[in-house]
């Protein structure tokens, strides 16, 4: 399968050299760059979030293969959809699919199903490949996406990512954005309980803090697998890079989106 970008001119710019110039914008030249188990990043248009995604990617040595995390906002396929083959285009060009490793993890899942649908107009997974590209353009991916609140679910998934990614040369990509149309004070309260729980590597206090205070970060399982793969995978420190939210862009603080990036090691 071909996936053709669905938000190119909408979430970033679909010209390549617009593109390319607007990362530029984001990255942090001077940042030192870490060798990464799991990193977290957001997915709104570059305008707002593009800050954040550029200080995640500034840090990260990033190895060929790639998991990609996301949630499915658009409700299509199933609860927890992986594509094992293909090809996903950018304005950057092609990335192609590990096959062999997207089989792999499938066979240790008993939640992931193979489903390009949940990905063809999903978003969350899209606006972090030309941020990839940028900086290694050889990238090879394997996609997820997740709905639902099964805590078990995330944590079987994230079981299987570590089962398979032993060899230490995958890199794991969550996609969330934090909390949702909220005033800035009451998204920042929010947002600061879920960024402890990930700083603190605890993805069942992450799961809880997130449904018993409301906090509408759309990628909580996702970033519940990544810390639990993570955990398996050895990982000992997660580092905040950058927080703001949408306020800090246009300006209006009644109603924000939150943008947290993490790199784990």
Request: hydrophobic share 45%; proline share 5%.
């Amino acid at each position: 399968m071909i996936r053709k970008p669905a938000v190119a001119g909408y979430f970033y710019p679909r010209d390549p050299l617009r593109l390319r110039e607007q990362i530029e914008q984001y990255i942090l030249p001077s940042a030192q760059k870490i060798k990464a188990i799991a990193a977290v990043s957001p997915h709104a248009g570059y305008v707002y979030s593009g800050s954040v995604a550029g200080a995640v990617y500034s840090h990260l040595q990033i190895p060929q293969k790639v998991v990609l995390l996301g949630p499915n906002h658009t409700g299509m396929g199933a609860r927890a959809s992986i594509m094992t083959q293909g090809t996903w285009i950018t304005p950057l060009g092609e990335v192609k699919i590990d096959e062999e490793l997207a089989l792999e993890i499938l066979e240790n899942s008993q939640f992931l199903k193979e489903d390009a649908q949940a990905h063809s107009a999903e978003h969350s997974l899209e606006v972090q490949l030309p941020f990839l590209q940028y900086f290694r353009p050889d990238i090879r991916i394997v996609p997820i996406v997740l709905m639902g609140t099964s805590f078990e679910m995330a944590q079987e998934i994230g079981q299987a990512l570590a089962k398979t990614l032993k060899n230490g040369e995958t890199l794991i990509i969550s996609s969330t954005d934090m909390s949702h149309y909220e005033p800035q004070e009451v998204a920042a309260k929010k947002d600061q309980a879920a960024i402890e729980a990930i700083l603190d590597l605890d993805p069942q206090a992450l799961y809880q803090r997130v449904i018993q205070e409301n906090i509408s970060m759309c990628g909580v399982m996702p970033t519940v697998a990544a810390l639990v793969a993570s955990l398996l995978l050895g990982a000992e420190e997660a580092r905040l890079v950058n927080y703001m939210t949408s306020g800090d862009v246009t300006g209006d603080y009644s109603q924000v989106v939150g943008y947290a990036g993490v790199v784990i090691h």
